[in-house]
């Protein structure tokens, strides 16, 4: 979770900060209820089988993650001239 805070808050203006890590919060504590999803589901099926199925659902959403939102790489110079704003990331 820590990670992922972090990255949210390297992406985030600092005016959607607040926002962002309200939807990662909220996020994160739904994933937290997936084996209890797993586990109602399994009583017909094997647990490997719907392990599987959240594997190629979570293999699924790859592309659409890479392609959502705006990519950003992190400066390994520094900021530059008159720009002085938070850490130094910045879109590609």
């Known amino acids: 979770m ?12 600092q ?3 607040a926002g962002l890590v ?3 919060y909220a996020l994160a504590y739904l994933g937290f209820a997936a084996p ?4 109602a589901l399994a009583g017909g099926a094997s647990y490997a089988f719907w392990l599987v199925i959240a594997a190629l659902a979570t293999v699924a959403t790859i592309p659409l993650m890479m392609l959502g939102g705006r990519p950003v790489a992190l ?11 938070g850490p ?3 879109e590609r």
Not at 2 to 13: F, N
Not at 36 to 39: D, F
Not at 75 to 85: I, N, S
């Open 22 to 24: 309200s939807i990662f």
């Open 2 to 13: 820590v990670t992922g805070l972090d990255k949210v808050e390297r992406m985030a203006e």
């Open 75 to 85: 400066a390994l110079d520094p900021a530059p001239e008159g720009d002085h704003h």
């Open 88 to 90: 130094a990331v910045r």
């Open 15 to 17: 005016h959607e900060f």
């Open 36 to 39: 209890y999803l797993l586990a």
